[in-house]
């Protein structure tokens, strides 16, 4: 369970609670204000308060006196020259910050931008719970069965969580495990969790024995632990978060917090989280010689790898851009 039955009567409390404002607030951010939404077996992403909405973008961008919104159609026009442009600095006056319960293999990848500001939860001075990640074997060995049938495949496009090691990327994972495989890496892992876990609470001192203090007790935990913090950041600095770690590139794990997290975005900042998807994380960057290749393309000229001038990563990696289908 992500959140234990004391904590959501705390978040209830605080949900029934009511501000006045006379700032912007959005009325699809506020319905899950607070609200745990669960990301893999035992986290969690929270929003606990943000700051600006479309609107604030626009006003900011035009450094207006009053709201700064015309009619939404001028401002989607703006929002999209602003991203199309990478004139960045007005998506820094919206801020959100986020509450997130994550493992800690996840956290390390996270902290890596450094543009957020950061409060974890302290092992040194509390205790943690016996809570770790294990990847679901059960949707692996379900995607190999359900190969055949696409629809409920593609439901389960994320959860490639347990998986054979890439043979082509040396970080990341190929096809899925068969189900006797992935049913024993799981077994493994939570066996070996159980264990420090075990060793975790001997050395705390259990049933009376001397205790060693908890900053050295944690350290025989696993990288699966889950921890906390509160995470804030700006808008801008979010999506280049997102741009990142919602990228098929990065890890499922990180990947799967980063699509709630662009889902709260979608509720915050719709034109932006639009502009964003269209001019950034859907779009592609060309090289100088890749541009040159697609326009011999375009000129009707068959080029090859070889005659491209293009490495053969390079080539796969424009075919792949421009969907075309890669010659055996
Ligand atoms: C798929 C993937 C694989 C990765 N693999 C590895 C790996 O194997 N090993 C590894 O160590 N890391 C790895 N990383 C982490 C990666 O190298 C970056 O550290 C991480 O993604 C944060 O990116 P960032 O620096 O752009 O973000 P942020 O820290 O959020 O910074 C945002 C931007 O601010 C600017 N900035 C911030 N701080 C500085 C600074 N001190 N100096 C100059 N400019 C700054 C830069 O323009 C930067 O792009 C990986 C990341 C991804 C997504």
Redesign the pocket.
């Known amino acids: 369970m992500p959140i234990t039955g004391d904590q959501a009567r705390e978040i209830e409390a605080q949900r029934r609670t009511r501000s006045e404002t006379r700032r912007a607030t959005v009325p699809a951010l506020e319905e899950i204000l607070y609200e745990p939404i669960p990301v893999l077996d035992h986290g969690f992403v929270r929003v606990i308060d943000y700051m600006g909405d479309d609107a604030a973008i626009v006003q900011a961008a035009r450094v207006s006196y009053g709201r700064g919104t015309k009619q939404v159609s001028t401002d989607r026009g703006l929002i999209n020259y602003l991203m199309r442009h990478r004139h960045t600095s007005p998506f820094e006056m919206c801020e959100i910050k986020l509450h997130v319960k994550l493992p800690i293999f996840v956290a390390r990848?996270w902290i890596?931008?450094?543009?957020?500001n950061v409060n974890e939860y302290s092992a040194r001075y509390s205790i943690l719970d016996r809570e770790f990640y294990l990847p679901d074997s059960e949707k692996l060995a379900l995607k190999k069965t359900l190969a055949q049938q696409p629809a409920l495949f593609e439901q389960l496009s994320m959860a490639e969580a347990t998986a054979a090691q890439s043979t082509t990327n040396r970080?990341g994972r190929e096809a899925a495990l068969d189900p006797a495989a992935a049913a024993e890496a799981v077994r493994k892992m939570r066996e070996v969790a159980n264990r420090a876990f075990t060793a975790y609470d001997q050395l705390l001192g259990e049933g009376g024995r001397p205790a060693v203090a908890r900053e050295l007790a944690r350290i025989v935990l696993p990288l699966s632990t889950y921890t906390q913090w509160y995470w804030k950041i700006d808008l801008h600095?979010l999506l280049?978060?997102l741009a990142?770690?919602a990228?098929p590139?990065?890890q499922y794990e990180i990947r799967a917090y980063a699509e709630v997290i662009f889902d709260i975005v979608r509720r915050w900042v719709p034109l932006t989280a639009a502009a964003f998807e269209d001019y950034r994380l859907h779009a592609v960057t060309l090289s100088a010689r890749a541009r040159e290749v697609v326009r011999r393309m375009i000129a009707g000229e068959r080029v090859t790898q070889e005659t491209s001038g293009l490495s053969s990563g390079e080539w796969r990696e424009l075919l792949a851009a421009l969907d075309l289908p890669s010659p055996e």
Request: charged share 25%; glycine share 0%.
């Open positions: 990848q890596r931008h450094r543009t957020a970080q600095n280049h978060f990142l770690r990228d590139h990065a």
